[in-house]
Structures are given as structure tokens and as C-alpha cells.
């Protein structure tokens, strides 16, 4: 069964995916806290911010729909947490409706915290959906574990990466030998085979995990996994890392 | 001629109390291929886990090169005797092929450039070279195989244990590996339900039944299909 990958995109050669990934993380970093860090009212810095990250997109010549269908994957779950805000906060009020006994007020105060957030995660995931496209994931692992990110998270996102394609198929094999002798409708029914399918699928990954360590330790595995580093920061990254923190920090602090 | 493995009277009880092996006894010479075959459940893959110290039971003894297998012996044996899982999704865990193959080598104390050299020359060899810096999930199954077994190779073991090293491949990919397997002259152990590939691959035929060594000898036995029958093949 084929997927569509995690890191699609991120075996392009722009000059972003070149770019060293310690230095991409960084800077991404730093974009992502000065976004979150400017104040809701300035409309202008976050269109500078946009126009920086559209800039990345168009230089790692990855196609817009795709990063921009991506990105919008957050909002949904945004909304929902903070939908209710702007009836929610007192001050000024900018309407307020009436359904039945119902008595609602939107205040001015709720609808820009709205904006806010929206607007901050919606930025914040843009710049995550450039990195992970422009970045492989090994190598993202790699930068995360050269920065001094407990090696244990590492190693669980690692196996994750590795071993969540193996799963998603694992899962379809139950699904299609359920549905290919599954004929009663009823939904109680349902449930209960869907419990078994869990089951059956915790069962099937625990067992793996178990095969998965015999295999490490037949290679001399001893508590700490090892592997080399292989990054070389040169001039290239630290000027444009250079150019566009100055650029970035310009829009942020300018008045 | 020198015993590379020395079985003695071996049994082995899985926890749960199923019973998988009962008095294996079984000598193995430097350089041999021997091929171990048996109905599914007659404990081939559980002895060929107990080779590298795996499993270990307290009934029965193991010399693996001379050493006797315990704890304290462990690691020079498992770098030595290296076992090929059946399942290659099983043998390869990290993130990329580089990785995988360069894994026990690391563990073995070499350093950066040795490593980088020898993953670069085992994989021109088993002819996947530029894989490097692929997930192990970009590969086909074939392709996969043929990485397993370079992950294992490439510690230069003198005892290879291979479990099934033909399942469920294409006729093309199935030939390839076994031509790749008999260019490499180190002892093999290798257990498989595919009696055409232990014909062509092995010198010695080990044949079990129900946790017991039940024939051992040349490959004649291969042809004669009552005999076979009746050890429940």
C-alpha cells in the first residue's frame, strides 16, 4: 500500500532544502516566537511576516497549494477552541443578537483576540509546514539531536517516522479482512468489532516492538542508540540566516 | 575441521510453558552451509534465536567459536555470529538505510571515517549504492531484503544466521539473493520452508520435528519425498 509521504518535497534541491537544518531550526524558532511576541493590533508586521515566509516558499520552489492546503490543515481546531472568545470578553460592544431567550454580545476587545489567534497559528504553522518540506526528517532528528533535545524524545519521534506507515497498513489489513466477511449492519456490532480491531492492532504493534529489539540487540545494541553527525555550517547559511533574522527583527521592532 | 557451534542436549520451554525445543544436539563446521528445515512450529527460528544468545536457555550448553554462551561472552559473539531477521520491517529501524547499516558497526567502536567507508562499499555490494539516505519505507521489499542483509554483513560476521531470506519475494528478487548469498563464504546457517534454495545453497541438511533434530546428512534427502513426509514436511 503506498502513502503520501511526511517530508514530500523535501528531496527538491532549492537553496532552502540546502540550507543547514540546525540553522533552519533555529531560524524557524526565532520566527515562530517574534510572530507569537508582536501585538495583536499590528496588522503590518504580519503581513511583513507573511511576505517573508512567501518569499521562502517561492525560493524552495515548492508548489503554493500544497504548503498553503497544508497549513490550513490547524485551522479548523483553532476555531473551534476560539470560536466562543468574542462572546466571551467584556468591553466595548460591536453587536449583540437575540435567539429565544438567548442573549448574546460580541465585544470589540473578543473579536481582535480572535483575530489574534488565528492569525498567529495560522503563520505558525505555515513556517512549520516550510521546514518539514524543506527539511528530510532524518535530518531534522538529526539537528534536533545536535541542539541537545532529550535523546529519548528523538528516539520516540524517530520510531514514529519509522514505523507509523507500517501501522497505518497494519490497520488496513484488519479493515479489509473485517469488511471482506463483515455483513451485518447492526452498530452495536460494529463497536464491539472495532474494539477487537484495537486490540488486535495494540497486540500485533507490541509484538513488533518486541521482534524490533531482538533485531537491535543481535547488532549490539547497548541502551544508547549512536549515530554520526554529518552537518557543516558554511558561509552560504550564515548569510542568509543573517539577512533574514535582520529583516525579520527590522519588522518587528520598527514603529 | 574446526566446530564453529556446538550444541549440546539443548531445551527450551517458551514462558508460557509451550515446549520448542527438547535435546537438541548439533555440531556445525567452519565454512559449511547448513540448511534447517521442518514443518512451521518444529522450533527451527527458536534455534536459531538461541546461535546469538537471544534466548537463553538453562538446559543444554552452546559454544559459539569456542566460547561458551553466557552473558559475559555476549557481545564478541553477537558480533560475530549476526542473525537476519525473516521480517526486514523488523531489521530496520532508523530513520534512514545509512543508518541502519552503519548501526551495528557503531555499536562495534569503529569510527566515523571506517564507518562511512564500509557502509558505502557493503551497499555498492549488494549493487543498491546512492540508497544511503533513504527511509527504509521508500524501498521496495526487495530492495529492503538485500538492505537487512547488509546491515549484518557489513559487521563482517563469521557465522551468518539468515531466517527465511527468501520469503515473499518475486522470482527475480528470489534469484538475486541467492546468487548474492552463495558468492559469500562464511558459514550459513539458514532456516526456510524454500527446499529449492537449501538445495542450491547448503552443503548439510538439518531436518526438525516437534522441537527434536530428527535427520541430519547430505542433500539426497531432499528428493525423497516419503522420508520427508514422514517427518511431517
Known sequence: MKHSFLDKYSDLGSIIHRLDPRVKLIFFFVLILVIVSTPPQELVKFSGYFLILFILVLLSRIPLPFVFARSLVIIPFVLLTAIFIPFFKGGEVAGSYNFLTLHLTISHKGILIFQNILIKSWLSVLSLTILTSTTKFSSLLKALEILKIPRVMILIASFFYRYMFLLVDELMRIKNARDSRSFKKNPVYQFKVIGYMIGELFIRTYERAERIYLAMLSRGFNGTIYTLESFKINRMDLFFSGCLMTILFLIRLWR | ?233
Open chain 2, 1 to 233: 575441521m574446526d566446530k564453529v557451534v556446538e550444541i549440546r542436549n539443548l531445551s527450551y520451554s517458551y514462558p508460557d510453558g509451550t515446549p520448542a525445543l527438547s535435546g537438541v544436539t548439533l555440531d556445525i563446521i567452519e565454512g559449511e552451509s547448513v540448511g534447517i528445515i521442518g514443518p512451521n512450529g518444529a522450533g527451527k527460528s527458536t534455534l536459531l534465536l538461541h546461535l546469538n544468545g537471544i534466548l537463553q536457555s538453562k538446559n543444554g550448553a552452546i559454544k559459539v567459536l569456542g566460547m561458551p554462551l553466557i552473558n559475559k561472552n555476549l557481545r564478541e559473539i553477537r558480533s560475530k555470529a549476526c542473525l537476519v531477521f525473516q521480517d526486514p520491517e523488523d531489521q530496520l529501524f532508523m530513520p534512514t538505510v545509512f543508518d541502519d547499516v552503519a548501526f551495528g558497526l557503531i555499536n562495534l567502536g569503529y569510527d566515523e571515517g571506517a564507518v562511512k567507508e564500509k557502509v558505502g562499499k557493503i551497499l555498492e555490494r549488494v549493487d543498491l549504492p546512492g540508497r544511503e539516505h533513504r527511509s527504509a519505507h521508500h524501498l521496495s521489499f526487495g530492495e529492503k531484503k538485500l538492505v537487512s542483509l547488509a546491515t549484518v554483513l557489513v559487521m563482517e560476521p563469521r557465522i551468518l544466521l539468515l531466517d527465511e531470506p527468501t520469503s515473499n519475494l518475486d522470482r527475480k528478487e528470489r534469484r538475486g539473493i541467492i546468487r548474492f548469498l552463495e558468492e559469500i563464504d562464511k558459514t550459513k546457517i539458514v532456516v526456510s520452508h524454500d527446499i529449492e534454495m537449501i538445495e542450491q545453497l547448503c552443503d548439510r541438511i538439518v531436518v526438525m520435528n516437534r522441537g527434536k533434530v530428527v535427520f541430519t546428512g547430505n542433500k539426497e534427502i531432499l528428493r525423497d519425498d516419503t522420508k520427508l513426509k514422514s517427518f511431517g514436511l
